[in-house]
């Protein structure tokens, strides 16, 4: 049983399934498992016959902590002041809404659905007042808990509200003098004192106050979290303390996950910069392998993360798994790979695979347009059927991660004219003249290229690797390409045939610049 139909199988009776993240900085590919954990398991609720909602708090009420990398030095002044009240890098907009848009739009183009609620919102519309009045009559209570559980003692005044300054603006700078619901009055650090209204957003509540009253104000029953919240004394042992403790209420059944690690770089942190944004991902990988990463791994378990061959190879396996799904092919290696591949297609009638990512890849590099690659994809026999509504773009997409991040074994770049490769031996010269002599008489289609090459490569006593590389220098200038069926086949039979006659023109050990 799939990771997310096991755990829905626990469950009983409506659920609220809550995610959340600040929009401190781009959200990037490793938030992602989150939001798709929560997904995933919201579908899997809903496919027993059970009601849900899926949630997904921006945490705006949250402090700028710092200037991060990718923020100018200007905002060393908005330190300490909650992101929906400082301005956005550009635009109109503010700080947590500029994040928060792109991230919205990759909602929409991974297939989830999903209620955005900004949490300033919760404090503005008095959704938490109620939270914050039972927090202040039960603080030294809180205190303890927080104390117990993170082994932490908790020096000199401490209040479980932080009023936001009237004057300055920040959170950070604050000091409770005293609470009086609806009232707290404070003192600022940088001078002012003044009076905030808990029904209101003048204040928000400390991070491990406020994600159990979270579940109190909105009644949360199910939420994925990082291992850094469920560390012994961590965030949801004092949550889980706090909700039963002082709310009175259950803690959420819960789904530790693990990280998603950049290959060979780390964990992916936005404050550093050692992140690819969700939004980027969308622009060079189908988006389809963004929800197949995480449902194919039990969320107990790190990913590691490849932009470049381990991309295209994660493409692979999703294509595996879907010809599986219609019983095409078989995957050994997973059991749940019927589920694994519904829980990541995003169109959920897209059929068998008709033609393959890396071939469209390789077209991509033969044909410069669009056009000329779907007449390419017609020619090979293929029905306006069997192209991908999408295509156009898939082709845009796919063209962005050849720019970005293919590695030089997968990017090649058609010779045109002349031969330009590695001098030819005598046996490569001999294997292209048989190849040439047999090219009229051969199907041009892919299985029929492979095997007549084969043959050929045989009865000239060399091994495959050498044979191979033959044609791969004089088309594309180097000794390792695209599979060859496929790749002579895609290229027009005339234009093979010029090149291969320039290429065995030539005297041994030479090549020519053009023709």
């Known amino acids: 049983m799939h990771w997310a139909d096991a755990f829905a199988a626990s469950l009983d009776g409506p659920q609220l399934v809550s995610t959340g993240i600040s929009p401190s900085g781009p959200i990037h590919v490793g938030n992602m498992r989150e939001i798709l954990t929560g997904d995933m398991i919201f579908k899997a609720i809903r496919s027993r016959g059970m009601n849900a909602r899926f949630i997904y708090l921006c945490d705006d009420m949250d402090p700028l902590r710092k200037v991060y990398p990718f923020l100018g030095q200007e905002y060393a002044s908005h330190v300490g002041k909650p992101l929906c009240a400082i301005p956005a890098p550009s635009g109109n907009v503010t700080y947590s809404e500029y994040f928060l848009a792109p991230l919205i739009d990759v909602f929409g183009k991974i297939d989830v659905q999903i209620e955005v609620i900004r949490t300033s919102k919760l404090y503005e519309e008095g959704v938490f007042s109620k939270a914050i009045d039972i927090v202040f009559r039960n603080s030294e209570k809180i205190r303890n808990i927080l104390e117990e559980v993170s082994g932490r003692e908790i020096k000199g005044e401490w209040a479980p509200y932080n009023p936001i300054c009237g004057q300055c603006g920040r959170i950070s700078s604050t000091h409770v003098v005293s609470y009086t619901y609806p009232y707290v009055e404070y003192t600022c650090s940088y001078g002012h004192a003044g009076r905030a209204d808990v029904r209101k957003a003048d204040g928000k509540m400390p991070w491990r106050i406020e994600w159990p009253a979270k579940w109190f104000a909105l009644g949360v029953t199910v939420e994925p979290f990082g291992k850094d919240h469920g560390a012994a004394g961590g965030s949801y042992d004092t949550g889980k303390r706090i909700a039963e403790e002082v709310f009175g209420i259950r803690a959420p059944s819960y789904l530790m996950y693990e990280r998603i690690l950049l290959k060979g770089k780390g964990a992916m942190h936005s404050s550093t910069g050692l992140a690819i944004a969700a939004s980027d991902m969308v622009e060079f990988a189908p988006p389809e392998i963004l929800r197949f990463i995480i449902a194919r791994v039990n969320p107990s378990r790190h990913i590691d993360f490849d932009p ?26 997973h059991e749940d790979a019927r589920r694994i591949y519904e829980l990541s297609r995003i169109n959920q009638n897209e059929g068998p695979v008709k033609v393959s990512y890396r071939h469209l ?32 773009e898939k082709i845009r997409v796919m063209r962005n991660w050849i720019e970005r991040y293919a590695p030089d074994s997968v990017k090649f770049s058609l010779v045109e004219s002349g031969y330009t490769g590695q001098p030819l031996d005598l046996k490569q010269r001999e294997i292209l003249r048989m190849f040439l002599e047999r090219m009229g008489r051969i199907a041009w289609e892919p299985d029929a290229i492979h095997n007549e090459v084969h043959e050929i490569v045989k009865q000239a006593g060399a091994d495959p690797g050498t044979g191979f590389a033959a044609f791969y220098n004089v088309l594309i200038g180097k000794d390792r390409g695209p599979r060859l069926g496929y790749f002579l086949s895609s290229l027009d039979r005339n234009f093979v045939r010029r090149r291969i006659d320039d290429a065995i023109s030539l005297a041994p050990g030479t090549r020519a610049t053009g023709s």
């Open 361 to 392: 890849i390789m077209l991509a590099q033969i044909y410069k347009t669009s056009e000329a690659l779907l007449a390419a994809l017609r020619r090979s026999g293929l029905s306006e059927n069997d192209i991908p509504s999408d295509i156009r």
């Open 308 to 333: 470049s061959l381990g991309l295209l190879n994660m493409i692979d396996e999703y294509e595996r798994y879907r010809q599986a799904y219609y019983g095409l092919e078989k995957v050994q290696d």
